[in-house]
């Protein structure tokens, strides 16, 4: 890792010291080359691999479900009308089958006139077609596949991106006229699975292009020092894919037109319909300028910016999967619904006290947990702890293994950050040496029950605190506490 640090700095501090800003599209003959290093290639196209993988895997999955949802479905509707279930569901399994081949072999980059558009594989991908055209870009024989296997990783990530709303906007499509169906038939509550599974997966495809959106997800972030220069503000305000579409400031001889994305209007369209309409006046060309100012300064004021390099632009909030308005759901969503299980773990340790009672030395209960969500409000766990001694009193202090422990746990949100904990415990005491491990009588038991209240320590680490009710404590020889208290942290 360090290794790999040290490349990408020696990377960085050569190009900020040696790349020439140019004063056009093409290279001057004072520009230097760049030895440009061959790990950062491999983790691009690694980390951008590994996404539109997990993106794919997941697809399938998300296809297979809705495809058994359906099945449901049309054996419902055929007891109450056989003909409608046929008509309504015939060709509907090979539609799925359809979208899953495509899945396993479509990956094209669609070019600017199909592409959804994604800033950052627009920014990355004119980046190389940049350190390429502009002569900076030298690499070693070695290195030439893993500069092709980058790019290609870029274009796969680019193909999932366009599969994933062609087949969202196949899922709305088919849920439009699915529910229709339905609801004439008294079939609502049977389709909630249906519209469930259409939720969940258009947040997944959310969640999938935010990924791209990251340059830290893709390995992307070392290439900002590129992309921060004037000379490739000025290329990719001339030859991105955005430069397609807008006149981008800063450009001199833009794409506008050649390559227009799907759906949207060029600038030179809708220059020539204003003309064709108000004429070409000069009063006609400074209204639709100070308008479009007024434009971008109001949707300046709602955020959500848009990740281009040194251009200002800006989009209004989230729109939902690929720019259409995701409706509320008639559900309470499961943020979780679409983690994996590694990602559902939260890992703990906490930390309880309990005095000495004359028998027990006083002695500290140091636990670690490992947690796992079932939603964002339920969590199921187990809990494994150490029982260390510290003697009598100050006087007479003296470290000591007092035993170990062991139980589970589950915790549920009350409101905000209160939480309902209740588990059962195991405690071995070692008290009598001649009371082995193995005998179960030597095990204290716990039935705990109570508050537990959560609050923020970093980004990524909560604090809590526990007080808990034992209510098997008067069983224990001699008796234990009746409240329980503890602190902890769970990351």
């Known amino acids: 890792m360090r290794y790999i640090l040290r490349i990408i700095t020696a990377f960085i501090i050569f190009l900020s010291n040696n790349l020439v800003a140019l004063s056009q599209d093409k290279p001057s003959s004072v520009d230097h080359v760049l030895q440009f290093p061959e790990n950062l290639l491999g983790v691009l196209s690694k980390k951008t691999g590994a996404i539109q993988e997990k993106m794919t895997k997941q697809t399938a999955r998300y296809i297979h479900q809705l495809q058994k949802q359906e099945d449901k479905l049309q054996k419902k509707l055929s007891r109450k009308d056989s003909a409608a279930a046929v008509a309504l569901f015939n060709g509907s399994r090979e539609k799925y089958d359809q979208l899953l081949a495509d899945l396993k072999n479509d990956h094209t980059d669609a070019g600017p006139r199909g592409n959804i558009y994604s800033s950052q594989l627009d920014s990355l991908k004119t980046t190389f077609k940049y350190l390429g055209q502009a002569g900076v870009l030298s690499l070693s024989s070695g290195a030439l596949k893993k500069e092709a296997d980058a790019r290609q990783a870029l274009n796969n990530a680019q193909g999932s991106l366009n599969q994933t709303a062609r087949i969202d906007q196949f899922l709305q499509e088919r849920q439009q006229l699915l529910q229709t169906k339905m609801s004439q038939f008294g079939l609502d509550k049977a389709f909630i699975s249906f519209k469930k599974q259409v939720y969940y997966y258009q947040e997944l495809a959310e969640g999938y292009k935010q990924m791209l ?47 227009a994305m799907v759906g949207v209007q060029t600038r030179k369209a809708i220059q020539n319909e204003i003309q064709g309409k108000y004429g070409k006046t000069a009063n006609v060309q400074q209204m639709v300028t100070k308008n479009v100012r007024d434009a971008q300064t109001k949707i300046g004021r709602q955020g959500g910016a848009l990740n281009l390099p040194g251009i200002p632009l800006s989009l ?69 702890s150490f029982n260390m001694g510290w003697g009598a009193n100050w006087q007479h202090m003296a470290l000591s293994a007092q035993g170990a422990g062991g139980g589970v746990f589950w915790n549920a949100r009350i409101k905000g950050s209160f939480w309902f904990t209740a588990g059962a415990e195991l405690d071995y005491k070692r008290g009598n040496d001649h009371i082995v491990i193995s005998n179960y009588q030597a095990w204290q038991k716990r039935a705990l029950a109570g508050i537990t209240k959560k609050y923020k320590v970093g980004r990524r680490m909560q604090g809590n605190m526990q007080l808990l009710v034992d209510f098997l404590h008067a069983s224990h020889v001699p008796a234990t506490p009746f409240l329980l208290f503890r602190i902890g942290y769970s990351f």
């Open 316 to 384: 209004p909030g989230r729109s939902g999967s690929y720019g259409q308005e995701v409706a509320m759901p008639e559900f309470k969503p499961n943020n979780q619904h679409n983690r994996s299980f590694m990602e559902r773990l939260e890992f703990g340790i906490n930390l309880q006290t309990i005095r000495t009672n004359g028998y027990w030395p006083a002695t500290s209960d140091i636990g670690l947990s490992m947690g796992y969500h079932l939603s964002d409000n339920n969590t199921i766990g187990i809990r494994g």
């Open 213 to 259: 959106e990251n340059p830290d997800a893709i390995g992307a972030k070392a290439l900002d020092v590129v992309k921060q220069s004037p000379a490739f503000q000025r290329f990719f305000s001339n030859h991105s894919e955005l430069a397609g579409l807008f006149v981008l400031p800063g450009a001199t001889d833009p794409d506008v037109g050649k390559d």
